[in-house]
Structures are given as structure tokens and as C-alpha cells.
Nanobody, 112 residues
Framework: QVQLVESGGGLVQPGGSLRLACAASANILGTMGWYRQTPGKERESVAS??????TNYADSVKGRFTISRSNAKLVYLQMNSLKPEDTAVYYCNAIVSLMTYWGKGTLVTVSS
């Protein structure tokens, strides 16, 4: 069983920045990513990064968000130029041996 714990969420003004972090309880030798969800909507993929460092982004965040991994247990999401529509609960995700794990989420609110 792998536990994922997100941190770094909070309230930020439009145009501001936040950095989310996700710490895993074990080395993740697979893809890690970030998803987000707002009430009444399905959870959507924001960004992902493979163990070799290949990245993928949703069109809505390209050029503003950057996903990175510092080691096999830590993944980050740098979010710049935040917009009100980025407001959501952000979840960390990891795929290990065909199993999918989720964190409990961290709330990001973009508002003036």
C-alpha cells in the first residue's frame, strides 16, 4: 500500500503562484501526476510525469504549470499565473504495478 500526502494548497490572488508537493510513502517507479476536481465535475488530469521525466499537461495549464520530480518519492506542481478557474481540490496520483493510488487532496482557491 502506498500513501500519498499533498501539501501547499491555499488561497492566492489571480496572477499569483503556488507550489504543490506530494510525498509518497515508498519509491514510485512509475508515473506520478496531479488531478483536480471541482464540485459537480469529474476529476481531470492536470499534469503527469514518468519515471524518466517525460511530462504531459492539460491544454488549460500549458505554459503556466510545471510538474517535476526531485526523487522517486517527491513530485511537485509549480503553478504560475493562476486563474479563478484553477480553483479546485488538487489530488496527487501514482501508478505502481498497474495499481493506482490517490492522495486525499489539497484545496487551491484563486480569488481576489
Amino acid at each position: 500500500q502506498v500513501q500519498l500526502v499533498e501539501s501547499g494548497g491555499g488561497l492566492v490572488q489571480p496572477g499569483g503562484s503556488l507550489r504543490l508537493a506530494c510525498a509518497a510513502s515508498a519509491n514510485i517507479l512509475g508515473t506520478m501526476g496531479w488531478y483536480r476536481q471541482t464540485p459537480g465535475k469529474e476529476r481531470e488530469s492536470v499534469a503527469s510525469i514518468t519515471v524518466t521525466g517525460s511530462t504531459n499537461y492539460a491544454d488549460s495549464v500549458k505554459g503556466r504549470f510545471t510538474i517535476s520530480r526531485s526523487n522517486a518519492k517527491l513530485v511537485y506542481l509549480q503553478m504560475n499565473s493562476l486563474k479563478p478557474e484553477d480553483t479546485a481540490v488538487y489530488y496527487c496520483n501514482a501508478i505502481v504495478s498497474l495499481m493506482t493510488y490517490w492522495g486525499k487532496g489539497t484545496l487551491v482557491t484563486v480569488s481576489s
